[in-house]
């Protein structure tokens, strides 16, 4: 499989925006108790929309962590977390901050999910990350995830589901011809091909899941831009 833009680009530009601004949900000026506390927020809301399996004796992958946002907040909910992504300067910075026993990071190629550390999870989550990857790419790594779960193991995933508008589609355009000239960013967000969103149905998404061999528990999409997944390894 041929390394994506997307890869490289997040891999290599940290410098380019600032480590905080590759996250967009965290303000750019956020300390890191308030990166924190946005990231204790978001699980538990990932928790109460999905039902999502916890337990101290549960291992849980925290799929495209950046600076572990979330994994800090998974671990009050987990035995052990591995935090992977593709960036080494996010992964350094949640390195930097780790004051966790029970977190761990590690830097991924991008080319699949294949931890060192730890090889078999009872959960992998995902948020904010996957529709970042063309579909082409997507299913590969969803195949790894499938590969490093445990029989009976969760996949837990949110996703934007959104369909591209003609509007969306103008604005990609007019963001790729921005980054052209040099100009990395725009209204507060940033123009790079790393942040571009590959549209991706519930319906695709639900057979691709089938094909690699999941088991669709839910899926929850009150609100299409944040649509949950749970699937489970049989």
Same mark, same amino acid.
């Given at each position: 499989?041929?390394?994506?833009?997307?890869?490289?680009?997040?891999?290599?530009?940290?410098?380019?925006? %600032?480590?905080?601004?590759?996250?967009?949900?965290?303000?750019?000026?956020?300390?890191? #108790? =308030?990166?924190?506390?946005?990231?204790?927020?978001?699980?538990?809301?990932?928790?109460?929309?999905? /039902?999502?399996?916890?337990?101290?004796?549960?291992?849980?992958?925290?799929?495209?962590? %950046?600076?572990?946002?979330?994994?800090?907040?998974?671990?009050?909910?987990?035995?052990?977390?591995?935090?992977?992504?593709?960036? &080494?300067?996010?992964?350094?910075?949640?390195?930097?901050? $780790?004051?966790?026993? $029970?977190?761990?990071?590690?830097?991924?190629?991008?080319?699949?999910?294949?931890?060192?550390?730890? @090889?078999?999870?009872?959960?992998?989550?995902?948020? =904010?990350?996957?529709?970042?990857?063309? &579909?082409?790419?997507?299913?590969?790594?969803?195949?790894?995830?499938?590969?490093?779960?445990? &029989? %009976?193991? #969760?996949?837990?995933? =949110?996703? /934007?589901?959104?369909?591209?508008?003609?509007? @969306?589609?103008?604005?990609?355009?007019?963001?790729?011809?921005?980054?052209?000239?040099?100009?990395?960013?725009?209204?507060?967000?940033? $123009?790079?091909?790393?942040?571009?969103?590959?549209?991706? @149905?519930? #319906?695709?998404?639900?057979?691709?899941?089938?094909?690699?061999?999941?088991?669709?528990?839910?899926?929850?999409?009150?609100?299409?831009?944040?649509?949950?997944?749970?699937?489970?390894? &049989?």
């Amino acid at each position: 499989m041929s390394e994506s833009v997307t890869v490289s680009w997040w891999r290599d530009s940290a410098s380019e925006l %600032g480590i905080k601004m590759m996250d967009k949900l965290i303000a750019p000026d956020a300390g890191w #108790e =308030e990166l924190l506390a946005t990231g204790r927020r978001d699980v538990q809301l990932a928790l109460d929309a999905t /039902n999502m399996k916890t337990g101290s004796d549960r291992t849980v992958l925290d799929l495209g962590c %950046g600076m572990g946002r979330l994994s800090f907040a998974l671990a009050d909910h987990f035995g052990e977390v591995l935090g992977i992504d593709v960036s &080494p300067s996010l992964i350094a910075e949640g390195e930097r901050h $780790n004051d966790r026993s $029970n977190v761990s990071f590690e830097c991924g190629d991008g080319l699949g999910i294949k931890p060192q550390t730890i @090889t078999e999870f009872d959960s992998v989550f995902s948020f =904010e990350v996957l529709y970042l990857l063309r &579909p082409e790419i997507l299913r590969p790594n969803l195949q790894d995830v499938y590969n490093i779960l445990k &029989p %009976g193991g #969760e996949l837990v995933f =949110e996703m /934007n589901v959104v369909p591209f508008s003609w509007k @969306t589609r103008l604005s990609m355009q007019f963001r790729n011809c921005l980054y052209a000239l040099g100009i990395k960013e725009w209204r507060g967000w940033p $123009n790079a091909p790393g942040f571009r969103r590959y549209p991706h @149905t519930i #319906e695709s998404l639900s057979r691709m899941l089938k094909e690699i061999g999941f088991q669709i528990d839910r899926i929850i999409s009150d609100n299409p831009k944040q649509s949950w997944f749970v699937a489970t390894k &049989p």
